[in-house]
C-alpha cells in the first residue's frame, strides 16, 4: 500500500490549487480517504474525508465551501481542489487511509499561501 500526494507550490491568498493522492495496492473506493495537514507546533488537522461506496463526504468547519475532496477511481486517485486559498491554509497537506485496523499515509505535498 502506497500514498503519494502531489500539487502542492506557492500561490497567493485567493488563488487555486488542486491536489492529488495518487493511491497503489489497494482500490480506494472500497476504504474512506482522507485529507489532513499540519504546521510546525501543531497536531495534524483533519481536512476531508470521503467514504466508501457512497462517497459522502466531510469537510472541516475552516475549509467548508472552499474546497472539495474527489475521487478519480479511474486513475486510483483522490484529489482535494482547494479555492479561495488563505494564508491559513498555509501547511504540509497528507492524505490517509485506514487498511485492516493499519494507517498509511503519505509523504505530504506543500502548501503555502502567501502574497
Known amino acids: 500500500v502506497q500514498l503519494e500526494e502531489s500539487g502542492g507550490g506557492l500561490v497567493q491568498p485567493g488563488g487555486s490549487l488542486r491536489l492529488s493522492c495518487a493511491a497503489s495496492?489497494?482500490?480506494?473506493?472500497?476504504?474512506?480517504m482522507r485529507w489532513y495537514r499540519q504546521t510546525p507546533g501543531k497536531e495534524r488537522e483533519l481536512v476531508a474525508f470521503?467514504?466508501?461506496?457512497?462517497?459522502?463526504?466531510y469537510y472541516s468547519d475552516s475549509v467548508k465551501g472552499r474546497f472539495t475532496i474527489s475521487r478519480d477511481s479511474a486513475k486510483n486517485m483522490v484529489r482535494l481542489q482547494m479555492n479561495s486559498l488563505k494564508p491559513d491554509d498555509t501547511a504540509m497537506y497528507y492524505c490517509?487511509?485506514?487498511?485492516?485496523?493499519?494507517?498509511?499515509w503519505g509523504q505530504g505535498t506543500q502548501v503555502t499561501v502567501s502574497s
Open positions: 490517509r487511509t485506514q487498511i485492516r485496523g493499519v494507517e498509511y
Open positions: 495496492g489497494f482500490i480506494i473506493s472500497s476504504y474512506i
Open positions: 470521503i467514504s466508501s461506496a457512497g462517497g459522502s463526504t
